[in-house]
């Protein structure tokens, strides 16, 4: 199904590096005729903030924007303020559009209640006509630190009242929907749609190359990644499959833990670290990397207070999308689908699932890529966000252009 008509204008907003995410981007650079592309980011692992203006997929124009770096573990306690700036920037940006480019946006786009608030107030300013809030997470309140519950609470009013006033809601998965419907985030369903993340096909078929025996993992490096179970268990992978390696792609807050402990293992020479890749930059670079492992890992600990059990992890189907077999732990609702699909096989997080998942790809390596490959295809990211903007129009009952 493909969109009817070419979306005339938007403005696409998102944290770094996620912007790219299911190639949103990419999907709105070649169907947007206008496209106002904003990255924010807040951690110095990453580069700038920056706008980018894109006519007919283009780029016309980029403006590096003030970035104010903030410690991960601090980044939402200062979010109140770093979105009032981001406010102050999207004004700037959208006054400069008009006023330069004679461009007056129609649709203004943001996974986040802190962004998506933003576009709430462009459209009370008479600078975007439609806000659609794409709903990419969850984020409970916790039970302990003071501060930390006051502020989970805050965003929680925060987001009702997005989803309250956002013209059109979107959610990766029917178990973030039911959760918020749950909590009682709500509103009327005729303007509510599933929308996951989009795979592009055949991103693997790039850069033809034979699989070796490695193992793969992107991702940030932090304790809750089920690095730790990887490798921990790189002996016993080494006992079934001699020449098996590890490649490792990211960085983060635990990089340095989880390099020492590579050191430490007796098998630690196996490993490679290649840091942060920028995905929207060097999504080729990754690629080539990527395509030619065996499997890849997506080892989420099963525990309440992690988060990706309502998350549509872009990671996996990045690994997918190059024909490589994910090993998934049963945690975000992705897992249960890639197993019995045959593109890759989902586990408890244990050591002895884990090896027995490595050997049964080992066995069938291309059974499970051509699985993988076939999964890409009918998730294609065309497909999906062509459905996602069609049935969004309709539902508004507009009928010139998109928005």
């Known amino acids: 199904m493909k969109v009817k008509n070419k979306i005339p204008s938007i403005i696409y907003v998102n944290y770094s590096p996620y912007g790219n995410a299911g190639y949103i981007l990419d999907y709105l650079k070649e169907f947007a005729e206008n496209l106002i592309y904003v990255s924010f980011i807040f951690h110095p692992v990453e580069r700038e903030s920056k706008a980018q203006i894109y006519h007919h997929g283009k ?3 980029q403006i590096k924007l003030p970035t104010i770096l903030v410690p991960e573990k601090y980044v939402y306690y200062f979010a109140p303020i770093l979105s009032f700036i981001a406010a102050l920037e999207l004004i700037a940006i959208n006054i400069y559009v008009i006023c330069r480019f004679r461009i007056k946006p129609q649709l203004f786009l943001a996974p986040n209640a802190f962004l998506v608030v933003i576009g709430i107030i462009l459209r009370a300013l008479k600078m975007v006509k439609r806000v659609t809030f794409w709903v990419w997470d969850y984020y409970p309140v916790p039970k302990t630190g003071f501060y930390r519950k006051i502020f ?4 929680w009013v925060l987001d009702r009242w997005c989803t309250y006033k956002a013209d059109f809601i979107w959610y990766l998965n029917k178990r973030l929907k039911e959760v918020r419907e749950n909590l009682g985030v709500t ?4 303007k509510e749609y599933i929308v996951p993340l989009g795979m592009k096909p055949f991103v693997g078929h790039r850069w033809r190359s034979v699989g070796k025996n490695t193992l793969g993992f992107i991702g940030v490096l932090k304790k809750n990644q089920g690095l730790e179970l990887l490798l921990n268990s790189l002996p016993e992978l080494v006992s079934i499959i001699p020449d098996i390696k590890i490649e490792i792609i990211g960085s983060g807050p635990d990089e340095k833990y989880f390099r020492k402990m590579a050191e430490r293992s007796s098998e630690g020479n196996r490993v490679t670290f290649y840091g942060f890749i920028d995905f929207v930059e060097e999504e080729e670079r ?3 990397i990527v395509v030619s492992w065996m499997a890849a890992v997506a080892l989420y600990i099963p525990v309440k207070e992690n988060l990706s059990a309502y998350a549509d992890p872009s990671k996996v189907k990045f690994y997918l999308s190059c024909g490589v077999p994910v090993i998934i732990t ?9 197993h019995r699909r045959g593109a890759g096989i989902a586990i408890g997080y244990n050591t002895q699932e884990l090896v027995s998942a490595v050997r049964g790809i080992f066995v069938e390596k291309d059974k499970y890529r051509e699985k993988a490959i076939c999964f890409t295809y009918e998730n294609d990211y065309r497909k999906i966000y062509d459905s996602a903007f069609n049935v969004t129009r309709e539902r508004l009952c507009l009928n010139k252009s998109i928005y």
């Open 59 to 61: 780029l016309n124009k």
């Open 286 to 288: 990754a690629g080539r």
């Open 152 to 155: 989970y609470k805050a965003y």
């Open 187 to 190: 509103d009327d369903g005729q």
């Open 330 to 338: 049963r945690v975000p609702l992705i897992a249960e689908e890639i």
